[in-house]
């Protein structure tokens, strides 16, 4: 105990160089978290995706559609226990600027694939009586303060023309990484318009949904149906969910790596700036060091108290950091929730940043405290 | 080649002057003291044997000492005499093996500290030296009682022992009313004062002591004079004191001068 009050109090012997080093290792751990949030952010469809969901869509391009035929032929595939599709549909509401992710789907076949998306049961039934009838998530609605039986006009623009669907229901996420940012209407409303405005676009989908039975039969599942539409017209790619959300993302693999990138550096430079620090707080102590070797104590221990004072330093930074971070990150979910449907401060994050703050008190004492155990007595003590 | 020859300066008897932070204290002598109280009789002799030291500075090689040799007996207390530089302080540091021969041996009763591993030359000053320095070097962000206690968590005592033991040491250099004082807070005498029970409390044969009154102004040196001279007399400890005060060296029983790498009598 007297020597952790030793390494406390050495702590206190600059209180404003250690003050400063204490703010600047909070603030890059801080940062360091919510540079990681945002990365996982990006990758929150993958991560809300489930193993046992596969998506089926045109071997070309994601562009090109596939037929409405094709269901009968995929639920017959043997594991397969569930099948919807949809469209996506990327009309805007008001203003262009208002982008927000919206799609036709299969309805009841959907919401049954989906459970993640929680609707009220008179809500759910007016959604599946109303062929107009749109579901929207909670914050979207939210941002565009729509209620239950609101008419939105939706300004298509892969399918063009006006769009004045229903809000009939509002879903709120089952877990909290499910995106409550989207909209999606009624397949057979888009289909019935375009079998008369633009026949040749009726009768397709953009993708299908299929839930499997097991999860370790996803890939085989895949397989067959691939292999059911080979040599056809319109060839198929099935992949995981996750794989398909994974080929959205890697479009912005680049800006994501660096934002890794300079997640790591922010920690890198903390760790000179703490390494200094402590490099100078040693050098401040050479003497006291020798002093205790003279008294007996070995290097270990020399070196214990300068690492202690490293750790003590930079997991109070740490620890601050975090702290930092909670409330940070819920502003930041609140004021770009229109960019990021999740912003959310991970457990598996905050775990990184301990660890983080670990690694910068372990290599900013590493060096000092090297030379702190081979301090040599009579070099240092006065002759 | 070089001995160390006895001086004729006269050892200060037991009744002259008296120690005044001794009596001061309660208990000083023994009594409240048991654990420091055995090594009246118990300190071992030390024998330097052809001792040379040299430093490099550059390619250079500069001679400190020069096959020294030299005897000191139990229960001695030693002045060391010297002009600046002619290696008082380096002799010190090898006698108190925090510093390595080039040649030579160093034997404290049986042992030839210069075979020890640094391990063990730890543990052994931990257990048979006492330093004391001319700048005090405590541990300033340490409280008396925690900068003399510290030399026992080398110790297998328990924390209640220890700082019983710290108390002990600090009532006997006559600052149980300082104890929870810092360094900064005491003056130069009580900062050494209250080195030298850093020194004692772990009840060392030999207490080593580089100028310990080079900082200090006349009364206060005086004050740790007559502290030192009566650990020797009333509890044996071996003492040797580099000082180029003579009024220093007139404490001691007898005084060595080194000049140039090499001893020689005081008064030659
Ligand atoms: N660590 C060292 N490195 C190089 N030279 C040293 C070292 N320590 C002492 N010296 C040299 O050795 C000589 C004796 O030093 P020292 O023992 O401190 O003398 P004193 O204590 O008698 O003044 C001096 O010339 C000093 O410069
Ligand atoms: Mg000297």
Redesign the interface.
Known sequence: ???L??VL??L??HPLRNALTVLGIAISIMAFGLLRTTVEAWYVGVSASAANRLVARNAISLVFPLPIAYAGKIRAVEGVTHLSWGNWFGAYYVDEKNFFANFTVDMRSYLDLYPEYVIPDDQKAALLRDRKGMAVGQRLARRFGWKPGDTVPLKGTIYPGDWNVVVRAIYTGRYPNTDETQAFFHWEYLNERMKVEQPARADRVGFYMIGVDRAENAARVAGDIDARFRNSLAETLTETEQAFQMGFISMSEAIIMAIRLVSGIVIVIIMAVAANTMAMSARERM??FA????????GGYVALLVTGEAMALSLLGGAAGCALSVPVAWVIAHVLGDYFPVFLLSGETLALQGAAAAVVGLVAGAVPAWRARRVR??DV??? | MNRARESSVPPRSAEQGGTPDMDAAPGAASGTAPFLAQSRTASPPILLQSVSKAYRRGAQVVPVLTSVNMAVAPGEFLALMGPSGSGKSTLLNLIAGIDRVDAGSIHVGETDITTLDDADLARWRSRSVGFIFQFYNLIPVLNALENVELPLLLTPLSGRERRERARTALAMVGLSDRMDHYPGQLSGGQQQRTAIARALVADPDILVADEPTGDLDRVSAGEILDLMSGLNRTMGKTIIMVTHDPRAAERAGRVLLLEKGELADAHA
């Open positions: 105990m007297l020597t009050r030793f109090r050495n206190a012997r003497g006291e002093t205790l070797k003279a008294l007996g104590f070995g007595i009579a003590l006065g002759r």
